[in-house]
């Protein structure tokens, strides 16, 4: 149960957390104290919803599926995750990236939820996450498993998004600095290397047995 549960809890943060558009515009939210819970909420509830239907629909397709290519779905699932996590290392080396935030005029709660829902299901790379990938590696686990799962995963968008929208004003200054994503970076590849690697064993295409 608890490995069911820390790997979609640490799964789901480790995708969440890269920077973007639309945790820009979460921190900036949290800077200028606008419509903070709302736009923490609609994140979350966001991410809870694609993750559920993502579970759901990879469980339903790939019934069949899953049990004579299980080996393979699991190889395919280990080799994604290695590769988000080897882009991760890279950008360690090249990315500059920070926060940068100027514009604090005043929105309405409208306004705000609907420039939100844009930059949040017009990015294709939200399906590719959440639907697609933390759908496919939620088979690993039997029916009871993939709700721990789901919760698991669910839960560190509710933690991820309130964090940044309620410590925003503290995590500005760390994250203007480019070393700050460094480090953050280099977490997120250690644990989409585990990910990977467990998956890799879990559809047999490392015999450990063996080292």
């Given at each position: 149960?608890?490995?069911?549960?820390?790997?979609?809890?640490?799964?789901?943060?480790?995708?969440?957390?890269?920077?973007?558009?639309?945790?820009?515009?979460?921190?900036?939210?949290?800077?200028?104290?606008?419509?903070?819970?709302?736009?923490?909420?609609?994140?979350?509830?966001?991410?809870?919803?694609?993750i559920?239907f993502?579970?759901?629909?990879?469980?339903?397709?790939?019934?069949?599926?899953?049990?004579?290519?299980?080996n393979?779905?699991?190889g395919?699932?280990?080799?994604?995750?290695?590769?988000?996590?080897?882009?991760?290392?890279?950008?360690?080396?090249?990315?500059?990236?920070?926060?940068?935030?100027?514009?604090?005029?005043?929105?309405?709660?409208?306004?705000?939820l609907?420039?939100l829902?844009?930059l949040?299901?017009?990015?294709?790379?939200?399906?590719?996450?959440?639907?697609?990938l933390i759908?496919?590696?939620?088979?690993?686990?039997?029916?009871?498993?993939?709700?721990?799962?789901?919760?698991?995963?669910?839960?560190?968008?509710?933690?991820?998004?309130?964090g940044?929208?309620?410590?925003?004003?503290?995590?500005?200054?760390?994250?203007s600095?480019?070393?700050?994503?460094?480090?953050?970076?280099?977490?997120?590849?250690?644990?989409?290397?585990?990910?990977?690697f467990?998956?890799?064993?879990?559809?047999?295409?490392?015999?450990?047995?063996?080292?």
């Amino acid at each position: 149960m608890l490995l069911a549960f820390f790997t979609g809890f640490f799964l789901g943060l480790s995708l969440i957390v890269a920077i973007g558009a639309q945790n820009a515009y979460v921190l900036r939210q949290g800077i200028i104290g606008q419509h903070v819970f709302y736009v923490a909420l609609f994140c979350a509830l966001s991410d809870a919803i694609l993750i559920s239907f993502g579970v759901a629909g990879m469980t339903f397709f790939l019934e069949n599926f899953l049990d004579k290519y299980s080996n393979l779905l699991f190889g395919i699932s280990s080799i994604w995750i290695f590769a988000y996590g080897l882009i991760r290392l890279i950008s360690i080396f090249k990315s500059n990236s920070v926060i940068n935030i100027k514009n604090k005029s005043e929105r309405g709660l409208l306004s705000t939820l609907a420039s939100l829902s844009i930059l949040t299901f017009a990015n294709p790379h939200v399906y590719l996450d959440t639907v697609i990938l933390i759908g496919s590696i939620s088979q690993q686990f039997s029916s009871d498993y993939k709700v721990i799962f789901t919760i698991g995963a669910s839960l560190a968008s509710f933690i991820f998004f309130f964090g940044i929208s309620y410590g925003a004003r503290f995590l500005a200054p760390i994250m203007s600095n480019p070393n700050s994503w460094r480090i953050l970076d280099g977490i997120i590849a250690l644990i989409m290397f585990s990910i990977a690697f467990k998956l890799a064993v879990y559809g047999n295409w490392l015999n450990i047995n063996s080292i």
